[in-house]
């Protein structure tokens, strides 16, 4: 099975080109990520990465992997940000427009009520 953590070390390799900077970048020592990147390249039955002691490149194929796991990371980075909007109403910025006649008498009490019910609204007047 493809994990999220395979497509991260993948992602991070692809970009940085360079396994220690990537590790570093993932947080992991430079053979644990190898590691997964291996086990990645076996599920897949394809090498993504050529690999010498002086540089990475990343083989046709490997562009191709690395192009649909960029796909497949937005969308799990999507889902978790969905996921945590949902479990803090009215956490996401929102826009309204108010005329300004009525804006200097309406917003004071409206923003005092709603930061206080929810902390991290955030409301952007235009």
């Given at each position: 099975m493809i994990s999220i953590k395979q497509l991260n070390y993948a992602r991070a390799v692809g970009r940085t080109l360079h396994f220690k900077h990537a590790a570093e970048e993932c947080n992991v020592s430079p053979s644990a990520l190898s590691t997964a990147l291996n086990e990645l390249e076996n599920h897949l039955g394809m090498k993504i990465f050529e690999r010498d002691t002086?540089?990475?490149?990343?083989?046709?194929?490997?562009?191709?992997?690395l192009e649909r796991a960029e796909k497949i990371l937005v969308e799990v980075e999507d889902l978790q940000s969905m996921a945590t909007l949902n479990q803090t109403p009215l956490s996401a910025p929102m826009s309204v427009g108010f005329i300004p006649t009525i804006a200097p008498f309406l917003l004071p009490n409206l923003l005092k009520e709603i930061n206080t019910k929810h902390p991290g609204f955030q409301l952007m007047v235009s």
């Open positions: 002086k540089k990475v490149l990343i083989t046709p194929a490997g562009k191709t992997v």
